[in-house]
């Protein structure tokens, strides 16, 4: 089998199939497969960076309307009379629908392509996000329809970071997959800067209700756009015979999925980003409630900007230094690691700050550095899977997601929990920085960079010359 060898470690995931799964497609010597026609054409440069700004910016509206829940949360529960613990029920149902769509999502995108479901998603959960204040006024009980809506949410919302995954392992090359991940990825932070400002204005000139409908609206207009000057108007139709005529590099049998999970640097993974996951959604979820009930005569706009101003940039760095180590011949699973460190390990440092009393321009400093150092996962972790399994890494992807949004569920509801029932927010943050160091021991002792999605023993190497 021909394999591009890079420094002596690494072998290009284009070329490189199992030779069980092409009974039909053998040609030339034994071993010798041809390559997958419809998965190995990356984008050129200009259509990526096209795509990399269009991703951004659907990464960033997916955010505007996941947050616009909690940045209302607090207007809406003493609309409604809502207790912390019925908040936290409103807040968590969100993740209870994220978790059963997220492999789903990957398997789909794997077989049709990530674009298709990207584009019908987001048409979805940006309808359901403008309809949320017509539910909640025209429902006798409020906390229901919020919960259900919140759940559906998730439900949509679910198939969007597989299909990312799935969509960068079939288009990006190897090399640059670090840069466009993080780049992609820092939308989620521009998202939640850009609703936590434009928001918290809407907030008080409006009331809760323009926030929905401004964030749902603008994601239906991007759908629109995607399909309109992306797609050139094609039908993302997804049909029952395209699900089971997939390309080569989805078809995974049941008995290689069960080898590929058996492998501890894929369990290390699941479990590394199920820790990383969740305490950021638990994160995201409380913050803006930290502050009102901390430095409740504070500005939300500080809050809930700031932290997320210094996250963006940092997103983007982590994604550059990642690609450039590589590139000079350091390990990449070491990269990897190094990534993890900082996302996990040293960003607990400045979660445990916040344990001790202090002035709101340090904690706003504290969640600032927090926040900012978590973003260094998507050079680590979240790269990580495609260095394990490109050929399914939409797949695998969710699978990490849904372990990491059950997990979510879990600590946003506990920790409404511990602050009813100790009335302090010390015992949250040190809850969110033991799951995190549990995380990072984890990766740090079992992770690492080499593929796992073919059987090494079957497959011949050769060099070749591009």
């Given at each position: 089998?021909?394999?591009?060898?890079?420094?002596?470690?690494?072998?290009?995931?284009?070329?490189?199939?199992?030779?069980?799964?092409?009974?039909?497609?053998?040609?030339?010597?034994?071993?010798?497969?041809?390559?997958?026609?419809?998965?190995?054409?990356?984008?050129?440069?200009?259509?990526?960076?096209?795509?990399?700004?269009?991703?951004?910016?659907?990464?960033?509206?997916?955010?505007?309307?996941?947050?616009?829940?909690?940045?209302?949360?607090?207007?809406?529960?003493?609309?409604?009379?809502?207790?912390?613990?019925?908040?936290?029920?409103?807040?968590?149902?969100?993740?209870?629908?994220?978790c059963f769509t997220q492999v789903f999502g990957g398997y789909v995108s794997d077989r049709v392509g990530g674009e298709k479901v990207l584009l019908l998603s987001a048409a979805a959960w940006g309808s359901m996000t403008a309809f949320t204040p017509i539910l909640a006024h025209f429902c006798s009980?409020?906390?229901?329809?919020?919960?259900?809506?919140?759940?559906?949410?998730?439900?949509?919302?679910?198939?969007?970071?597989?299909?990312?995954?799935?969509?960068?392992?079939?288009?990006?090359?190897?090399?640059?997959?670090?840069?466009?991940?993080?780049?992609?990825?820092?939308?989620?932070?521009?998202?939640?800067?850009?609703?936590?400002?434009?928001?918290?204005?809407?907030?008080?000139?409006?009331?809760?209700?323009?926030?929905?409908?401004?964030?749902?609206?603008?994601?239906?207009?991007?759908?629109?756009?995607?399909?309109?000057?992306?797609?050139?108007?094609?039908?993302?139709?997804?049909?029952?015979?395209?699900?089971?005529?997939?390309?080569?590099?989805?078809?995974?049998?049941?008995?290689?999925?069960?080898?590929l999970l058996k492998q501890p640097a894929v369990c290390a993974v699941i479990v590394t980003h199920l820790c990383t996951a969740s305490t950021f959604f638990t994160l995201l979820s409380w913050l803006p409630t930290y502050f009102k009930d901390t430095f409740p005569d504070s500005k939300g706009w500080?809050?809930?900007?700031?932290?997320?101003?210094?996250?963006?940039?940092?997103?983007?760095?982590?994604?550059?230094?990642?690609?450039?180590?590589?590139?000079?011949?350091?390990?990449?699973?070491?990269?990897?690691?190094?990534?993890?460190?900082?996302?996990?390990?040293?960003?607990?440092?400045?979660?445990?700050?916040?344990?001790?009393?202090?002035?709101?321009?340090?904690?706003?400093?504290?969640?600032?550095?927090?926040?900012?150092?978590?973003?260094?996962?998507?050079?680590?972790?979240?790269?990580?899977?495609?260095?394990?399994?490109?050929?399914?890494?939409?797949?695998?992807?969710?699978?990490?997601?849904?372990?990491?949004?059950?997990?979510?569920?879990?600590?946003?509801?506990?920790?409404?929990?511990?602050?009813?029932?100790?009335?302090?927010?010390?015992?949250?943050?040190?809850?969110?920085?033991?799951?995190?160091?549990?995380?990072?021991?984890?990766?740090?002792?079992?992770?690492?960079?080499?593929?796992?999605?073919?059987?090494c023993s079957k497959v011949h190497h050769h060099n070749i010359h591009i």
């Open positions: 089998m021909a394999v591009i060898q890079k420094y002596g470690k690494s072998y290009s995931p284009d070329l490189v199939c199992h030779k069980e799964n092409y009974p039909s497609d053998k040609i030339g010597a034994p071993g010798c497969h041809k390559k997958w026609p419809e998965h190995n054409t990356n984008w050129s440069r200009p259509v990526a960076r096209v795509w990399t700004m269009v991703l951004l910016l659907g990464t960033c509206l997916l955010y505007c309307a996941r947050v616009a829940m909690p940045i209302c949360a607090v207007s809406m529960a003493e609309q409604f009379n809502w207790s912390k613990r019925e908040s936290g029920m409103v807040l968590g149902s969100f993740f209870w629908g994220y009980q409020p906390i229901f329809s919020m919960t259900l809506a919140r759940f559906l949410m998730g439900l949509l919302q679910g198939v969007h970071y597989p299909s990312l995954a799935s969509l960068c392992s079939q288009k990006v090359v190897e090399s640059e997959r670090g840069f466009l991940m993080s780049t992609v990825g820092s939308g989620s932070y521009l998202g939640t800067l850009l609703i936590g400002g434009a928001g918290s204005l809407m907030l008080d000139l409006y009331g809760w209700q323009s926030v929905f409908y401004v964030s749902g609206v603008l994601s239906v207009l991007w759908a629109y756009c995607m399909w309109k000057y992306l797609l050139k108007g094609e039908g993302p139709i997804i049909t029952l015979e395209s699900l089971g005529s997939g390309g080569p590099q989805s078809k995974l049998s049941k008995r290689h999925w069960l080898r500080v809050f809930n900007v700031v932290p997320w101003l210094v996250a963006i940039p940092s997103s983007i760095f982590s994604g550059f230094l990642s690609d450039h180590l590589i590139s000079q011949g350091f390990d990449t699973a070491s990269v990897r690691k190094l990534m993890q460190f900082f996302s996990m390990g040293v960003s607990s440092v400045f979660t445990l700050l916040l344990c001790r009393k202090t002035t709101f321009t340090w904690a706003v400093a504290f969640v600032s550095a927090t926040m900012g150092l978590t973003t260094f996962s998507h050079s680590g972790v979240s790269v990580n899977v495609q260095d394990l399994a490109p050929s399914c890494a939409g797949a695998l992807f969710g699978v990490m997601n849904t372990c990491g949004a059950f997990l979510g569920v879990l600590l946003v509801y506990f920790s409404g929990y511990l602050i009813e029932a100790t009335g302090s927010w010390t015992s949250v943050f040190a809850l969110i920085t033991t799951v995190n160091l549990l995380g990072l021991c984890t990766f740090l002792a079992f992770a690492e960079a080499r593929r796992f999605d073919i059987d």
